[in-house]
């Protein structure tokens, strides 16, 4: 598989935050896991730079109408340009849709979830990707079953965190991670990887790698710094990124580090 493909990991990007819990902007109903932070950035620096290269800009913001929520997520230069945006909605706590706005080079698609009806835990996963927007092409399809487990980049905080108790036993915890231009997912699991301190607290890093031995040898495992207490909220990650990089005259997928700006942090 194309390294190309994986563009849209993310700790992740992504991948790539815990929300911690806030009130509802629902004064009615409680908070839905991925309604918080109702607004979260960050700031992407190149990896080796000790954080002083900037990159991009991140910003997170959620808003929720009943039982439905919709995020959207924007990677941006330092002088503001959009790079990249991913837009997800769910539903109560289940995904419904994702889709991917790569603008550095013109290219989109889109992952919808349909769950049969009184089994939401069955389904499939309908993709979409289009190389070329401006072109005009009808974009490509593909659909898989929906598996347990399933994530996107926003969601991937909330699985580190409702897992903690076997990520701290040394369990795997894998998952299932949406990859719009390879229009499919792949199979990764999490570990803990060591403890550590982030900025005078305590902290465990969580290494993120493929399944796979094929991706494995594409894809370098990503790192991700988490609170150690509650609630658990990822502070920084270094791996792949949602926007690319341009070097000489070709977009290359970029491994970076991304450090979040968490409210009242």
């Known amino acids: 598989m194309p390294i190309s493909l994986l563009v849209a990991l993310l700790m992740t990007e992504w991948a790539s935050q815990t929300l911690a819990p806030a009130a509802s902007t629902n004064t009615t109903a409680p908070p839905l896991k991925y309604e918080a932070p109702s607004l979260l950035t960050g700031t992407i620096y190149a990896k080796d730079s000790g954080q002083k290269k900037v990159l991009f800009h991140f910003n997170r913001a959620a808003t929720r109408a009943g039982s439905k ?13 959009m790079a990249a945006r991913e837009r997800a909605m769910y539903d109560g706590d289940d995904l419904v849709s994702y889709s991917l706005e790569e603008l550095q080079i013109g ?19 309908a993709f979409e990707y289009t190389k070329d927007v401006a072109s005009g092409a009808k974009p490509k399809t593909s ?32 998952c299932r991670y949406v990859v719009v231009p390879g ?12 403890q550590t301190t982030y900025q005078g607290r305590r902290a465990v890093i969580v290494r993120m790698e493929a399944t796979s031995p094929i991706i494995a040898r594409l894809v370098d495992p990503l790192y991700f710094t988490v609170e150690a207490d509650r609630p658990h909220r990822v502070l920084c990650f270094v791996g792949r990124m949602t926007p690319k990089v341009k070097v000489g005259s070709s977009w290359e997928d970029l491994d970076a580090l991304m450090v979040f700006d968490w409210p009242n942090h």
Do not use: C
């Open 69 to 81: 929520i919709t995020v959207v997520r924007d990677f941006t230069y330092p002088d503001g340009k």
């Open 183 to 194: 229009r499919e997912t792949v199979g990764f699991a999490f570990v803990e990887e060591s």
């Open 107 to 125: 290219a989109a698609g889109s992952a919808t979830i349909r769950r049969e009806p009184g089994n939401p835990l069955k389904g499939t996963m």
């Open 143 to 174: 659909t898989e079953a929906l598996r347990s487990d399933t994530l996107i980049g926003d969601m991937v905080g909330p699985f580190l965190a409702s897992h903690w108790a076997e990520l701290v036993s040394g369990q795997k915890m894998k």
